[in-house]
Nanobody, 119 residues
Framework: QVQLVESGGGLVQPGGSLRLSCAAS????????MSWYRQAPGKERELVAA????????NYADSVKGRFTISRDNAKNTAYLQMNSLKPEDTAVYYC????????????WGQGTQVTVSS
């Protein structure tokens, strides 16, 4: 069974850090572009960060550049999002996504993990 399972969310004070993990099962992550999205209450889901299958290239939303780092360990079939200098506006449900590209069209989502930044 194909699954993406996020973990690592929680409550953190402004300025704090969290590391999200996204573990894949039922398929091999190394062929997929991995991305992290987030959705805050009343807002649309937005792309936070993405990383190519090899890990050679990354992309970030302007709002998180310099604070968040996306990475992957294909040997562990896991992707990560290191979040530093967290702000209250980073509060959202964070989702990981695995996309195989348009040729095969496989597109998998995790169930989401809540990140709350508050004092």
């Amino acid at each position: 069974q194909v699954q993406l399972v996020e973990s690592g969310g929680g409550l953190v004070q402004p300025g704090g850090s969290l590391r999200l993990s996204c573990a894949a099962s039922g398929f091999t992550l190394s062929s997929y572009v991995m991305s992290w999205y987030r959705q805050a209450p009343g807002k649309e889901r937005e792309l936070v960060a993405a990383i190519t299958s090899s890990g050679g290239s990354t992309n970030y939303a302007d709002s998180v550049k310099g604070r968040f780092t996306i990475s992957r360990d294909n040997a562990k079939n896991t992707a990560y999002l290191q979040m530093n200098s967290l702000k209250p506006e980073d509060t959202a449900v964070y989702y990981c996504n695995a996309y195989s590209g348009s040729y095969y069209g496989y597109d998998y989502w995790g169930q989401g993990t809540q990140v709350t930044v508050s004092s």
